[in-house]
């Protein structure tokens, strides 16, 4: 039996730093410069932004249709999530979302047609930055009671992830596919590690990740900041509060022709999950 130690940040933030700049920087810069630069960047929004929390988010969108996504509380879980459609003010509502002790519960909704509500709730106009109504983009509602965990994977989509309320621990680490231990790309899993928690990675059966994971980042995302996260970086989640309420925007780019591993996962398990009939994690869009 190995002795060696897991790889572990659990105990507090590591890794190489964030980038911090301020709104008036990012819009200085412009969201071009950042997706070229593809590196994390934490943007701290100006002081008289006032988005919506939880009670603003339930009174202006407490009818929605929203899916519903459960899984077991366990960050080792290797089966897929259930979804549900629920009404946003029964999530809200109803207390077994967040005192079940077997489950994981979380909500998404993209409100990208709605445009006036993702104004209202992020509290400046939207639009103008992140043209997220454009074909494949989106503006994500997502809502998660605390301990809710994202196992590690990729996007393929260039993400602005905005918190309103709670804080979120992200770890993230830079583009790579055979050195992260993807799962079983047949069955729809490639943006996926076989090493689920990038706290807790056993150096014996993942090598080659260790040396990765050398350059990670971590950092906690707090109301009134957004973090930018470039697409093919790998990353993980962690609710932190009884209430975490954040709007994320996903933006397509050319840069995934330059990531031919991402892109070819991208396309294969789009494929997968229509055929089996698969959530495939683009939320169903909420009509204007």
Known sequence: MSTAQPVSGRDGLGGLPVPRISFEEFTAFGIRALIRADVPVV??????????????????????????????????????????????RDFFADDKYLTDPGTWNRIVSNIRNSPADVDAV???????????????????LWISHKGVFTQSHFDELENFNIALEG?????????????????????GFGDKSQAFDFDDVDPVRFPKLVSKLAERRELILEPGQMLYLPLGWWHQAESLEEMNINVNFWLRDPKIFRRPYVLGVALY???????????????AEVAS
Do not use: C, H
């Not at 459960?70 to 290797?78: C, F, G, R, W, Y």
């Not at 992020?122 to 994500?140: M, W």
């Open 122 to 140: 992020l509290g400046f106009d939207a639009g103008a930055l992140f043209d997220y109504r454009r074909s494949l983009n989106a503006a994500n």
């Open 43 to 88: 943007i701290t929004l100006p002081a008289d932004v006032q988005g919506l929390g939880r009670q603003g988010v339930a009174e202006r969108l407490g009818d929605m249709a929203v899916t519903l996504f459960t899984e077991p509380s366990n960050k080792q879980n290797s089966e897929r999530w259930t979804t549900t459609e629920i009404r946003l």
């Open 269 to 283: 398990t789009a494929a997968y999950r229509k055929l089996k009939g698969v959530y495939n994690y683009q939320p």
């Open 167 to 187: 804080r979120k621990r992200f770890v993230l680490s830079p583009p790579g596919s055979f050195e992260y231990y993807p799962r079983s790309l047949a069955r």
